[in-house]
C-alpha cells in the first residue's frame, strides 16, 4: 500500500539485503529491539517497517518456510509469516506465553486472527521464549483469548479519521464477559514518527467501565501525527443508559448519542476526552449547572437536574436582557441529569445569561446562570 507497510520476507531467499528485496521502498527497514532499529540485511520470522510510494506487488522467489521458530524477547514483538496463511489460534509457543492480541497495519493496527505471507505482525508475550508458526494442520489452537475479539461486537465504537482516510476504532463500555480482558487490546508502540496513530493514553484500544459508578468516569485518548481536518464518528449500543460526552476539555463538548460524526478543524487538537456520567441516578434536587465549556464557541452545554418529571422551559437572554433563542419551551422531561447543547454560531461574541423553570406538582424551580461567548 501508499505509505508505511508492516511486511516480511515469506521464504528463504539467496539475498536479504533490503535494496534488493525491496527495491522500490522509500524508506529504511525499522525492526524493533525496544525501540525502532534500521536495518540494511534483513532475515526470516522478523517483521519490518517500510515506506512504499505506491501500491505494486513485490515479487519473491525462493524456498518456500511452513514451518519457523521464531525468537521474542518480553514485551512487544514484531513477527514475520511463513509462505502460507496461518490462523493466530494455531501459534504456539516455547517458554513464554502470549498476552495480546496480534496486531496488523493497514493505515492504522487492527487485529488479525490470520498471518499473511509477506506481512508483519505485533505481538505481546510475558517473557523471552519462542514462538512456534506451522502451517500444518496439526497444531493444536492454543489461544482460547481470540473469543474476546467477539466481545467488541457488544462494546460502542469510536472511529477517529484523518484528511489523509487513515483511521483507528476505539471501543468503549461496559464489560461485555467476567473473562474479558481490556489488556488484551493494548495497541503495539506507536508506529515510526510520521505514521497516523490514535489511542486511549491506557495504550489500550478498549476502555470498560465499572457496571455502577457514582462519579464521571473519563478516558482521554491520543492522536499523533494526523492530518486535519479530523472527521470523529460513533455508533454506541443500543442498550447504553450511561451518557457519553466527547470533549478536549476546551472548546469541544458533544454529548454522543446513536450514530454521528463531528469534525475537528483545529491543529491543536491532539488530544480528546470520552467522559462517561451514569444515567441511572435520579438527583434528590432541582439544579441548574454551569454550562461547559465557559468561554464556549461556538456550542455550549447546559445541565440541569429533576428530581421528579417536570413541565421544563428553558431560555437564553443577552445582555440587555432579550429574549434570543427558547431551548425548551414547558416540555414535559422526565426525572434525572439531563443536558441541552446551545448552538451560538449566528450569535455575537458577548455575556449571555440562560434561564430554566421547571414546574412539578405545585412546585416551580428557577434558576439563571451566566455564559460567555468568545470568537
Known amino acids: 500500500e501508499v505509505g508505511w507497510n508492516m511486511v516480511s520476507v515469506p521464504l528463504i531467499v539467496d539475498d536479504y539485503q533490503k535494496d534488493t528485496l525491496y527495491p522500490t521502498a522509500i524508506s529504511e527497514a525499522f525492526a524493533y529491539k525496544g525501540s525502532y532499529v534500521p536495518k540494511d540485511t534483513l532475515e526470516s520470522g522478523v517483521g519490518y517497517w517500510l515506506k ?180 470523529v464518528s460513533w455508533e454506541l449500543k443500543e442498550d447504553v443508559k450511561e451518557k457519553i460526552i466527547l470533549t478536549d476539555g476546551g472548546n469541544i463538548s458533544v454529548s454522543l448519542t446513536g450514530k454521528g460524526s463531528m469534525k475537528i478543524e483545529d491543529p491543536n487538537v491532539t488530544s480528546l476526552i470520552l467522559r462517561v456520567q451514569s444515567g441511572k441516578q435520579i438527583p434528590t434536587e432541582f439544579a441548574l449547572r454551569q454550562s461547559y465549556p465557559n468561554p464556549f464557541n461556538p456550542s455550549a452545554i447546559i445541565e440541569f437536574d429533576l428530581p421528579k418529571d417536570a413541565m421544563v422551559t428553558l431560555k437564553i437572554y443577552d445582555i440587555l436582557g432579550r429574549e434570543v433563542i427558547t431551548l425548551k419551551d414547558n416540555q414535559q422531561i422526565e426525572a434525572g441529569t439531563h443536558e441541552v447543547q446551545f448552538d451560538a454560531s449566528e450569535f455575537a461574541s458577548g455575556v449571555y445569561f440562560y434561564r430554566i423553570s421547571a414546574q412539578s406538582d405545585g412546585t416551580t424551580f428557577t434558576d439563571v446562570k451566566k455564559m460567555l461567548l468568545l470568537r
Request: hydrophobic residues 40%.
Open 52 to 231: 512504499f510510494p505506491g501500491v505494486k506487488a513485490i515479487p519473491f522467489s525462493g524456498t518456500a518456510i511452513g514451518l519457523d521458530t521464531i525468537d521474542v524477547a518480553a514485551s512487544w514483538n514484531m513477527v514475520g509469516s511463513l509462505s502460507f496463511p496461518i490462523p493466530t489460534s494455531s501459534i504456539s509457543t516455547i517458554g513464554t506465553n502470549i498476552i495480546s492480541s496480534f496486531f496488523g497495519y493497514a493505515a492504522s493496527y487492527q487485529v488479525v486472527d490470520t498471518i499473511e505471507p509477506g506481512k508483519g505482525y505485533w505481538v505481546k508475550v510475558v517473557s523471552a521464549g519462542k514462538l512456534v508458526l506451522s502451517s500444518s494442520s496439526m497444531i493444536a489452537k492454543t489461544i482460547a483469548k481470540q473469543s474476546f475479539i467477539d466481545d467488541l461486537e457488544k462494546l460502542s465504537i469510536i472511529t477517529i479519521t484523518d484528511a489523509d482516510g487513515r483511521k483507528q476504532t476505539l471501543y468503549i463500555g461496559k464489560k461485555p464477559d467476567e473473562k474479558f480482558n481490556a489488556n488484551y487490546f493494548e495497541l503495539p508502540p506507536i508506529p515510526p514518527d510520521g505514521i497516523f496513530d490514535a489511542r486511549f493514553i491506557s495504550q489500550r484500544m478498549v476502555e470498560v467501565y465499572p457496571e455502577k459508578f457514582d462519579k464521571p468516569q473519563e478516558y482521554p485518548v491520543s492522536i499523533s501525527s494526523a492530518s486535519y481536518p479530523l472527521t
